[in-house]
């Protein structure tokens, strides 16, 4: 596997993140966005494939290298798109394309959404729309991650005594992985702590969600698209076997792709791998 990257650490005016850059500098610029809990590792076994490209594989603040957002700070997800921009703007770039999976490909559609002259292309990987929330259950929603964040002051991180323990852990964990992709994972993911290993990343990210979009939200992001957008959907993925998705599909402009293998079919194998590469390879380069 031909893991050839740079390390870089990007101080924007709210915070600083982590990245790896593949590729020419004066490639067609992409910033890759991981899932929820994972870092720029995810990109590990991708990126080398997709030649002609500069790639920025960012640690989402608060997973990885990144810093975590400061006390009294949240993660909501649409904080993560204005992280994304302020990248760009570092980079001089007025217009990118974006390559997220899961968490990072619907940070990728809200950003686009958002901001369309921005964005010139879309590949993303099992993820398209962030999970939604009506309007009936907002209290209780509400109620639930307010207690959440009390009760997190008594909470403390798994230790792991061996970093093979961990490996298996994160195997177990959301979004299933293969050992090989659960070890990129956790070489990025873990430190040393008294008594083993522990996993870097905020403890926050694991409260509930205060507010979701509701689902109209959501469709209004994907229909106000106007870039290409190129899906790839995953055999036993967590998007392939959701109804409304399927249904949110029908008449969109985007191109998809079901390919064999799970949620992070990217990274759990060079096949895997390849085939993702070769959905996107051209579509990126594309002027």
Known sequence: MNMDFEEVRLSLPHIELAAHLYGPPDGEPVIALHGWLDNAASFARLAPKLPGLRIVALDFAGHGHSDHRPPGGSYAIWDYAHDVLQVAEQFGWQRFSLLGHSMGAIVSVLLAGAMPERVKRLALIDGLIPYTGE??????????????????????????????????????????????????????????????????????????????????????????????????????????????VTE????????????????????????????????????????
């Open 135 to 244: 309007a009936d259950s907002a209290p209780q929603k509400l109620g639930e991650a307010l207690r959440a964040q009390l009760a997190l002051a008594g909470k403390s991180k798994p230790v792991y005594a061996e970093f093979s323990r961990a490996v298996e852990a994160r195997m177990r964990g959301v979004g299933a992985v293969s050992r090989e992709a659960a070890e990129l994972l956790a070489q990025r993911g873990l430190m040393p702590v008294p008594g083993g290993y522990t996993w870097r990343t905020d403890s926050r990210l694991t409260l509930p969600s205060p507010l979701r979009l509701t689902h109209a939200h959501a469709l209004a992001f994907v229909r106000r698209l106007q870039c290409p957008a190129s899906l790839v959907l995953a055999e036993q993925g967590m998007l392939h076997a959701q109804p409304r």
């Open 248 to 287: 949110l599909l029908e008449g969109l402009p985007i191109e998809t792709h079901t390919l064999p293998g799970g949620h992070h079919l990217h990274l759990d194998d060079e096949a895997g791998a390849a085939l993702v590469a070769d959905c996107f390879k051209a579509f990126l380069q594309s002027p």
